[in-house]
């Protein structure tokens, strides 16, 4: 009993958890309002499924009211490809020929009092045929995601790939729970809970209007691409980054481009801020150093200086941050016994 009633909460939980980041996304001003409307739709049809799930695995829920939370499935598989459009798309426009997509929903609905819900063979296929639904968008949305991989940046292809793996993951245990490999039936709705808790952390932590900071810039990936090329080149053919003196204005100055535009690109092919980017050619010039046996006596402050870095704690701490070894504990590989 104690652990029936321990389930229920959790699940219940993770439900309202769904629904607080539902009427946020849906009230968020900031960033791309349409992408967030998206997604909050494609939470909220999750959130009804799994609703759903739990009233019915405690209460006896009337059929046609089971149909209505199944069909908010068939909104979920629409939307989820609509948000990584409206998220990468800038000028994606949305026509009515897209809302063509919710057809089979809005006819689930209509027709949800008649629709077999007794756990007999039509209300098996009705049931396999929601999900067939749900996995052929899951499909579009993978697909979308490859094709596009080459012309968006890194943070928000992440994001937006977290997003589907979790919708395919409650996809999955719903269809093995359906096919008889999962006997556990609440295990969806306590999966879904954990995966709710998980987005809001992956939220709060790096918020995905943050990632959209360059949504006006004019810069598209593949000009993106190309300036990072001549960064580098810039870098390495003049190993700027040993100046202490090297900054996000001096480097943007050189290339002709703004600081702004320098750190969209930086950003968006390394995932990485100029501080982090610049340390990383650092750190492997230090490795170097620490490996040259005419530098195995010298200090590791001049070590440090000498690598662009300003003291010796800011070098420690990228330098364990980039190897998880200090640079002593770095140098010790190279000293002979």
């Known amino acids: 009993?104690?652990?029936?009633?321990?389930?229920?909460?959790?699940?219940?939980?993770?439900?309202?958890?769904?629904?607080?980041?539902?009427?946020?996304?849906?009230?968020?001003?900031?960033?791309?309002?349409?992408?967030?409307?998206?997604?909050?739709?494609?939470?909220?049809?999750?959130?009804?499924?799994?609703?759903?799930?739990?009233?019915h695995h405690y209460i006896e829920v009337d059929p046609r009211i089971r149909n209505l939370g199944i069909s908010a499935i068939l909104v979920v598989g629409p939307f989820l490809w609509f948000y990584g459009k409206a998220l990468f798309e800038k000028k994606q426009q949305f026509s009515k020929k897209h809302y063509l997509h919710l057809i089979p929903f809005g006819?689930?609905?209509?027709?949800?009092?008649?629709?077999?819900?007794?756990?007999?063979?039509?209300?098996?296929?009705?049931?396999?045929?929601?999900?067939?639904?749900?996995?052929?968008?899951?499909?579009?949305?993978?697909?979308?995601?490859?094709?596009?991989?080459?012309?968006?940046?890194?943070?928000?292809?992440?994001?937006?790939?977290?997003?589907?793996?979790?919708?395919?993951?409650?996809?999955?245990?719903?269809?093995?729970?359906?096919?008889?490999?999962?006997?556990?039936?609440?295990?969806?709705?306590?999966?879904?809970?954990?995966?709710?808790?998980?987005?809001?952390?992956?939220?709060?932590?790096?918020?995905?209007?943050?990632?959209?900071?360059?949504s006006n810039s004019t810069i598209d990936r593949s000009a993106s691409k190309k300036l990072l090329l001549q960064v580098k080149n810039l870098l390495e053919e003049n190993e700027l980054y040993l100046e202490n003196t090297t900054s996000l204005k001096s480097i943007a100055e050189k290339l002709g481009i703004t600081p702004r535009e320098l750190s969209q690109v930086i950003n968006e092919n390394e995932g990485k801020n100029f501080s982090e980017f610049i340390n990383h050619y650092r750190i492997e010039k230090a490795k170097l150093l620490l490996a040259d046996p005419k530098y195995i006596d010298e200090k590791i402050a001049t070590i440090a200086y000498d690598c662009g870095f300003g003291n010796v704690t800011s070098f420690n701490l990228a330098f364990k941050s980039e190897t998880e070894q200090t640079p002593s504990q770095y140098r010790s590989r190279f000293k002979v016994a």
């Not at 980041?21 to 009804?48: D, S």
């Not at 999966?191 to 709710?196: G, K, P, Q, T």
């Open 107 to 214: 006819l689930f609905v209509l027709l949800s009092p008649i629709i077999p819900n007794r756990g007999d063979i039509p209300s098996y296929v009705a049931y396999v045929l929601v999900f067939v639904h749900f996995g052929v968008y899951l499909g579009i949305c993978w697909s979308y995601l490859s094709r596009t991989r080459s012309e968006i940046s890194l943070q928000l292809q992440r994001w937006y790939r977290n997003i589907v793996i979790g919708a395919t993951i409650t996809w999955g245990l719903y269809v093995g729970i359906l096919l008889g490999f999962i006997p556990f039936y609440i295990l969806g709705a306590i999966s879904f809970s954990f995966l709710m808790y998980l987005f809001s952390y992956l939220l709060l932590k790096r918020h995905v209007f943050a990632l959209e900071k360059y």
């Open 1 to 55: 009993m104690l652990q029936e009633g321990f389930i229920l909460v959790l699940s219940c939980l993770g439900v309202i958890q769904a629904l607080f980041l539902c009427i946020y996304l849906f009230t968020l001003k900031k960033g791309n309002r349409r992408a967030n409307q998206f997604l909050a739709i494609v939470l909220l049809g999750l959130t009804i499924r799994i609703g759903k799930s739990i009233f």
